[in-house]
């Protein structure tokens, strides 16, 4: 089975307008009562046997059992009977927050994630229809319930054979957003090693390094843009909570902060397509950025945004018919890519590889790079190539598999990209 999302934004009317607030609401008031119900009956299980808390009690009964999905469910069933805010909503709707909420709770013990949060008018941004009829999409419109036909930019088409499943509104700062996932059945093999092969070093001094000896500068998509940044988050210091202007001034950061994040994402977009232009195959080391994330450079990681770039790299990878895969991230930069000698931890200050074994001289992040493609050639293969159990010197010795591994690399240069 094969899954696409596909973002579009959404043109309302007012009262279409009208109708998506209050169904943000709505899925606001019942995500917090279902998860203060659920913090009441745990709490109510904190205490001691044999003694009591001073300052309060949970007063639930011992025997009442977790309000989990299916007994929330039932009880929002009952509760649209007596309330009608709550039967102005699609029913499919608060049982999808009511799942999300579920979720939330499981992937706290599984994932060891934080405790889920009360949301408030500007943390409920989101809500999905699981379901959507078969004849929903006519042109640039789509029919949702409550809603009817609604207006959207469609800045591409649907592919042919595949299915509207559901479709999720989005509120963001520049407007409203609809995310429809769309579904074909259908099988694709994975992609396998072949053609041109490159690897590419990631780093703070340059975004990207490649083998082939393209240095990419790193953009500063948040610093261009700090210092306005940070005036209007002086300036939100001083208003009232709850007033028009601190909602204005909200606005007005979540604008700013929306533009970083898409002119980021557009340049990483554009260059892994340029990646992929020029390599069938492309290896990157296996770092956890998220350790990258909690150093004193935090801030610049972020701010590149790596783990972000990985993503949108095997995504763009898969969809072009490009092999991808990750290699071993130790001592990438401390052995020479030429004759493989181990030249020692480098300063950061250290800009330049110069092999004392072999003289070969590059750039560090090129170094490593080439260094990255030859492991991960090594790994496509299945064997190591800096074996040579033959022996090269032998008479009647067969060819060694590090010559087998330049004869690949000379031919995949040869391949016009």
């Not at 520049?174 to 059945?185: A, T």
């Not at 935090?298 to 095997?314: E, R, Y």
Request: hydrophobic share 35%; charged share 25%; aromatic share 8%.
């Amino acid at each position: 089975m094969l899954t696409l999302t596909y973002e579009y934004k959404l043109i309302p009317n007012e009262k279409q307008i009208e109708v998506i607030e209050n169904t943000l609401r709505v899925c606001r008031a019942v995500w917090n009562y279902a998860l203060r119900e659920r913090k009441d009956w745990i709490n109510a299980r904190k205490c001691s046997v044999n003694a009591c808390s001073l300052d309060k009690e949970y007063i639930i009964p011992a025997d009442q059992p977790f309000p989990n999905y299916n007994i929330q469910a039932k009880q929002l069933t009952e509760a649209k009977k007596t309330n009608p805010w709550l039967k102005s909503v699609n029913a499919q709707v608060l049982q999808q927050v009511l799942k999300r909420l579920e979720r939330a709770f499981t992937d706290r013990q599984s994932k060891k994630l934080g405790f889920p949060r009360f949301k408030n008018q500007y943390r409920m941004r989101s809500f999905v229809y699981p379901q959507m009829l078969k004849n929903c999409l006519q042109e640039n419109q789509i029919k949702l319930p409550q809603l009817g036909w609604i207006k959207f930019r469609k800045s591409r088409d649907i592919p042919n054979g595949f299915a509207i499943k559901q479709a999720r509104i989005i509120k963001k700062a520049s407007g409203y957003f609809i995310l429809l996932s769309l579904q074909l059945d259908v099988n694709i093999p994975d992609v396998p090693f072949h053609g041109h092969a490159i690897g590419i070093d990631l780093g703070l001094d340059k975004f990207l390094a490649t083998s082939d000896g393209e240095l990419v500068e790193r953009p500063h998509f948040l610093s261009q843009l700090h210092s306005k940044l940070k005036s209007l988050q002086r300036r939100l210091r001083n208003k009232k909570k709850g007033s028009n202007n601190r909602h204005k001034l909200n606005q007005k950061i979540a604008r700013l902060h929306q533009k970083i994040s898409d002119t980021r994402k557009d340049w990483q977009f554009k260059l892994a397509h340029s990646l992929c232009d020029q390599a069938q195959s492309i290896f990157f080391e296996d770092i956890n950025f998220k350790s990258w994330a909690k150093g004193m450079l935090s801030k610049h990681c972020l701010d590149a945004a790596f783990g972000q770039f990985i993503t949108i790299l095997k995504w763009v990878a898969w969809k072009r018919d490009v092999f991808v895969a990750e290699v071993d991230k130790n001592y990438t930069s401390q052995i020479c890519p030429k004759c493989d000698f181990h030249t020692g931890k480098k300063l950061l200050s250290e800009r330049e590889h110069n092999c004392p074994e072999c003289g070969y001289k590059t750039h560090r992040d090129i170094a490593a790079a080439e260094v990255i493609r030859d492991r991960g050639i090594e790994n496509a293969l299945g064997h190591s190539v800096s074996e040579n159990a033959c022996g090269d010197d032998l008479t009647g010795a067969l060819p060694s598999q590090k010559s087998v591994k330049q004869e690949i690399l000379n031919a995949s240069s040869r391949i016009s990209r």
